[in-house]
């Protein structure tokens, strides 16, 4: 089974699986380059990559943690 998947995914581009095999219940994602993958709907929406000061992409430190008002005691 391994040699004939490996023989058969090169045989097709990465766009032709992704579209066969997205929506199905097929664990799967395809590998992305760090440009596609800093411009990935899912990916932007959280800021997982940022550019740095020259312009490239780099991975946000995790975790991100959002500034929150402060409470007084007792409040929560």
């Known amino acids: 089974m ?6 058969l995914l090169p045989s097709q581009p990465r766009a032709h699986w992704v579209a066969r095999l ?4 097929v664990c799967f994602a395809p590998v992305l380059s ?3 993958a800093a411009v990935h709907p ?10 740095d000061a020259q312009g490239a992409w780099q991975a946000a430190p995790a975790p991100r943690f959002l500034p929150l008002a402060a409470t007084r005691p007792g409040e929560d």
């Open 2 to 7: 391994k040699q004939r998947l490996t023989a």
């Open 22 to 25: 997205e929506g199905t219940d």
């Open 34 to 36: 760090l440009d596609e």
């Open 42 to 51: 899912h990916l932007a929406a959280r800021a997982v990559y940022q550019r």
